[in-house]
């Protein structure tokens, strides 16, 4: 497909120039092409709010203290899981701060749990060793998300103390080297980030055969270093998905719960603008409010069943349908060990 031949120019055309309706539109037309009106759930379980770093953005960073710490025990993690899918859900992600409580034995054994469960589980816990990758995706992991968040290296080594954008990158790589389907991303707006930054992002990944790519806004939380900062919009974050989507046709592009905070509509428009996952939480209670990475998230007050049911109905009044089964990369299928 030409649109896959983009090259950093026309990025940065499309992100400035070209009027953004016009590249929405691109967007929907090629991920209608590439993977019909499907559109898949995943259901996100954030399990611990704990984390041994300290990014400037995260409202979950550890060195903001008016946070409430929690993190599940096993049993709670798994019947949380099991109970998402009661309701329907054909892929788990469980996703946390990098809480060291969950050593590699003790993520296996949940992993095991959960995979008994007959269904596709990716985690998103950040930054470890490869022997303990390895040991996820031999106990049954499928699938990894870890955002790059940004491939400026100066900004990001400003952004995250104490943390090595050449590890976070070897990281992805091992990911992807061991058999996991690979999801990576940025956000969009940062402080300092410009829109060449911003095109060099999604060469990056499309460089690294990111199998799933999750693009959203950044906003800023009260309680960190960026309070102040102005934060991305959501013309910004969806026009950035949309190229996203031109440059990868048939990838695993996700309408994300930021864009969703900064818009009541945000998701929609999303998947009308090349997106073609949602990941509606399935958390329960305190949690929920406790797992606050940004301000104004959405559905805090919500029960799992309830944001099944209201994202359904909003993917149906668009005419898109609700993906069955796995809603894995569609190249990679077959490389996916059940
Ligand atoms: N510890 C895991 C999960 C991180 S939280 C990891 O390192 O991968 C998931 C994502 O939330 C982050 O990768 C980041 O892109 C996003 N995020 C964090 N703070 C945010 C903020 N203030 N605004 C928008 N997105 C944010």
């Known amino acids: 497909m030409h649109s896959s031949e983009l090259?950093?120019?026309?990025?940065?055309?499309?992100?400035?120039?070209?009027?953004?309706?016009?590249?929405?539109?691109?967007?929907?037309?090629?991920?209608?092409?590439?993977?019909?009106?499907?559109?898949?759930?995943?259901?996100?379980?954030?399990?611990?709010?704990?984390?041994?770093?300290?990014?400037?953005?995260?409202?979950?960073?550890?060195?903001?203290?008016?946070?409430?710490?929690?993190?599940?025990?096993?049993?709670?993690?798994?019947?949380?899981?099991?109970?998402?899918?009661?309701?329907?859900?054909?892929?788990?992600v469980l996703q946390s701060g990098e809480d060291l409580h969950y050593d590699a034995n003790r993520m296996c054994r949940i992993i095991e749990r959960i995979k008994a469960m007959d269904v596709a589980l990716t985690l998103s816990i950040g930054e470890r060793e490869y022997g303990d990758y390895q040991a996820f995706r031999n106990a049954g992991a499928d699938r990894y998300l870890m955002r790059i968040e940004t491939t400026d290296v100066d900004l990001y080594h400003r952004l995250n103390p104490g943390m090595s954008w050449q590890r976070r990158h070897e990281c992805l790589l091992m990911i992807k080297e061991l058999g996991y389907e690979l999801g990576s991303g940025i956000m969009v707006g940062l402080p300092g980030q410009t829109v060449e930054s911003i095109a060099d992002d999604l060469l990056y990944l499309k460089s690294i055969g990111v199998d799933m790519a999750g693009i959203g806004p950044f906003i800023p939380h009260p309680g960190t270093p960026?309070?102040?900062?102005?934060?991305?919009?959501?013309?910004?974050?969806?026009?950035?998905?949309?190229?996203?989507?031109?440059?990868?046709?048939?990838?695993?592009?996700?309408?994300?719960?930021?864009?969703?905070?900064?818009?009541?509509?945000?998701?929609?428009?999303?998947?009308?603008?090349?997106?073609?996952?949602?990941?509606?939480?399935?958390t329960e209670g305190e949690y929920r409010r406790l797992y606050e990475l940004y301000p104004g998230k959405i559905c805090v007050n919500d029960t799992p069943i309830h944001c099944r049911t209201c994202i359904g109905l909003k993917i149906q009044s668009i005419g898109r349908t609700i993906g069955q089964g796995r809603g894995g990369h569609i190249s990679r299928k077959n490389n996916i060990q059940q």
């Open 7 to 92: 090259t950093h120019a026309d990025i940065v055309d499309l992100l400035t120039t070209v009027p953004a309706g016009d590249v929405y539109d691109r967007a929907d037309k090629v991920r209608q092409a590439a993977l019909g009106s499907d559109v898949h759930l995943r259901g996100l379980i954030e399990f611990s709010n704990i984390c041994r770093n300290d990014c400037l953005y995260c409202g979950i960073r550890r060195g903001n203290k008016g946070v409430t710490r929690y993190h599940m025990d096993d049993d709670e993690l798994v019947e949380t899981a099991r109970r998402a899918v009661d309701i329907g859900f054909q892929t788990i």
């Open 226 to 282: 960026l309070a102040h900062e102005q934060g991305g919009t959501l013309e910004q974050a969806l026009r950035t998905m949309a190229i996203m989507r031109l440059l990868l046709p048939d990838i695993n592009i996700p309408a994300t719960t930021a864009m969703e905070s900064l818009h009541p509509q945000g998701r929609i428009m999303a998947l009308q603008a090349g997106a073609n996952v949602v990941m509606p939480n399935v």
